[in-house]
């Protein structure tokens, strides 16, 4: 049953890979998959998943470079979630370097608010991992990120540390 699943929505994912509507979810399960190929239940599982759903590192790495966008500097809908995602598969790909960081940056330093945050906790946390990872974290007010989880502590404590381990 499962074979039958995954080999089903692998021929959807090709079929919309165009598909400007999907590219987000595209990514994310891309992501997903990468991450469970990673795990030790994907080396001992008998599983179908790398063989029904099998990217090559040049071929994801090629597709997640082609939804760069060089004028506004995020990626595929130009979201910080879809950008965070591209950064992460070629963090674990050891290819940040095919990356315009100083763009990369630049596009996410614009979004901080005021008070710190990139909107909510979750965004505020991806913004800073990327930025981070990108060597471009000084692009902040780090002053201001710190007041801001500080703010959010007793509501996102977990959170809290992530943002704060992310930026300093």
């Given at each position: 049953?499962?074979?039958?699943?995954?080999?089903?929505?692998?021929?959807?994912?090709?079929?919309?890979?165009?598909?400007?509507?999907?590219?987000?979810?595209?990514?994310?399960?891309?992501?997903?998959?990468?991450?469970?190929?990673?795990?030790?239940?994907?080396?001992?599982?008998?599983?179908?998943?790398?063989?029904?759903?099998?990217?090559?590192?040049?071929?994801?790495?090629?597709?997640?470079?082609?939804?760069?966008?060089?004028?506004?500097?995020?990626?595929?809908?130009?979201?910080?979630?879809?950008?965070?995602?591209?950064?992460?598969?070629?963090?674990?790909?050891?290819?940040?370097?095919?990356?315009?960081?100083?763009?990369?940056?630049?596009?996410?330093?614009?979004?901080?608010?005021?008070?710190?945050?990139?909107?909510?906790?979750?965004?505020?946390?991806?913004?800073l991992w990327t930025l981070r990872e990108l060597n471009r974290i000084d692009l902040i007010n780090k002053?201001?990120?710190?007041?801001?989880?500080?703010?959010?502590?007793?509501?996102?404590?977990?959170?809290?540390?992530?943002?704060?381990?992310?930026?300093?």
């Open positions: 049953m499962i074979e039958k699943y995954i080999l089903t929505f692998r021929s959807y994912i090709w079929m919309k890979i165009g598909d400007k509507m999907n590219r987000r979810i595209l990514l994310s399960i891309i992501l997903l998959i990468f991450l469970l190929n990673m795990t030790p239940f994907a080396a001992s599982s008998k599983q179908t998943i790398p063989v029904a759903f099998s990217f090559s590192k040049e071929k994801l790495k090629e597709f997640v470079l082609s939804r760069f966008d060089g004028n506004e500097g995020g990626f595929s809908d130009y979201t910080l979630q879809d950008t965070y995602e591209a950064i992460y598969i070629l963090y674990c790909f050891n290819s940040l370097n095919k990356v315009d960081a100083d763009k990369v940056g630049k596009w996410i330093a614009e979004m901080q608010g005021k008070g710190g945050e990139f909107g909510g906790p979750h965004e505020t946390y991806i913004a002053t201001a990120v710190k007041e801001y989880a500080l703010k959010i502590f007793n509501e996102h404590p977990e959170t809290t540390v992530l943002i704060l381990r992310s930026c300093f």
